[in-house]
Structure formats: structure tokens, C-alpha cells
């Protein structure tokens, strides 16, 4: 079955629905640039209460490397997801796997996978600014990816309407997914948040 990771919370409500309809994965973005980072408070609650039941990410964009270690400790996260142009000796320097994030724009940009070894890959497509991009990236391209790297996280523009086609068309090891289950930044709709865990078992039987 394709894994279901739910990005950008940013309180325990929807940590604790997420989790309760089977999230693999829950994001909590600890970026100050983006707008769906997660307070020190909300964070702590979401550990304290649900570490152990969920495996937790933290996602970072080009920040110190000991403030990232810092963060990693103190709330005890299972993956670090890096969404800036953080080099591979940058990834080499976590006892934690890393997920490092991809925007594909041309065939040209798989070349980039050939510099990093042992990380996850997520597949987003190519936009300005960092973290999630919203927008769908190519799937046919996201297919090269994922057979030149075995298993890779699918993201960018998946919603409850179209996860079905990218996961039999992409066969990713985790759909990644935002914006596309909010009723407003940061905060996830309950109703889509069910129907995209519907369309991924459904599409996974």
C-alpha cells in the first residue's frame, strides 16, 4: 500500500485526525520563511502526544546545520526534509535519513540525483521560493525519477481528485500532500482529508 504523508500542520487537531485516518508521515515545518511553520508549542504537544503512533519530519530550507540538529533532538523527529539547495556533504551530516526535495522542470534536473547518495528523494515540480510548491509536477518525469532512484515521495498539487492517477501512473512510495486537503493555509479540511485517504487505499487494493 502507497504511504500518506500530510505536510505543513501546524496544530495537534489535525495531527491527531491525520493520524487517526492512517498517516504514515506527518510534516511540521520549522522553516521561519514559510507559511505553514509550526510553533515551538504546537510542535511540542503533537510530539509529546503522538511520538511512536506517526513518524515525524521536519522540514528545513537552507538554515544552520547545528540549529537543525538542535530542533531534531529537542522533538525527536524520525526524518529531516530539506527543501533548499543544501549539498550532499550537507545531507552526510544526519544520524536521521534525510529527505531531500527535487523540482523537476526538464529531464535535466534527474542529473541532480547523481551527486547525493542515501537519501529519499521527494518529487515536486520546479517553481520560485521554497518548500511545497502546490503545483503538479510532471508525472512522466516524476517515472524517470523514481526508477533511477527505486523508491521516491511524490508531492506538488496532489489532492483528493487526482492522487488515484498519480500514484498508478508514478507508483510512488509515499504520496505527499498540503494544500490540497486545506480549507485555508495551514489548516487541514476534515472531509478532504478523508477523501484523499479514501483514493489512495482505494487505489492501492
Not at 52 to 61: A, C, E, P, S, Y
Not at 103 to 130: F, H, N, P, R
Not at 131 to 137: D, E, I
Request: glycine share 10%; with cysteine; hydrophobic share 40%.
Amino acid at each position: 500500500m502507497v504511504k500518506v504523508k500530510i505536510c505543513g500542520i501546524r496544530s495537534l487537531l489535525d495531527a491527531r485526525l491525520s493520524v487517526e485516518l492512517g498517516a504514515d508521515f506527518i510534516g511540521l515545518n520549522f522553516w521561519p520563511g514559510s507559511k505553514r511553520v509550526i510553533s515551538s508549542e504546537e510542535a511540542g504537544k503533537i510530539v509529546k502526544e503522538l511520538k511512536g503512533k506517526v513518524k515525524l519530519v521536519g522540514v528545513f530550507v537552507n538554515q544552520d546545520l547545528n540549529e537543525v540538529k538542535e530542533i531534531v533532538e529537542r522533538y525527536q523527529l524520525d526524518y529531516i526534509q530539506l527543501h533548499g539547495e543544501e549539498d550532499f556533504r550537507y545531507c552526510q551530516k544526519f544520524s536521521k535519513p534525510v529527505i531531500k526535495a527535487l523540482g523537476l522542470s526538464s529531464e535535466k534536473a534527474l542529473k541532480i540525483m547523481d551527486k547525493y547518495q542515501e537519501v529519499i528523494w521527494l518529487i515536486d515540480s520546479k517553481t520560485q521560493g521554497y518548500g511545497g510548491s502546490g503545483v503538479k509536477p510532471d508525472w512522466e518525469l516524476a517515472k524517470k525519477a523514481k526508477q533511477k532512484a527505486g523508491r521516491i515521495i511524490l508531492a506538488g498539487g496532489l489532492n483528493p481528485e487526482n492522487v488515484k492517477e498519480a500514484v498508478q501512473k508514478v507508483g510512488p512510495w509515499v504520496v505527499d500532500v498540503a494544500s490540497g486537503v486545506e480549507s485555508a493555509v495551514g489548516v487541514k479540511d476534515p472531509e478532504r482529508l478523508k477523501k484523499f485517504f479514501k483514493a489512495v487505499r482505494d487505489v492501492s487494493e
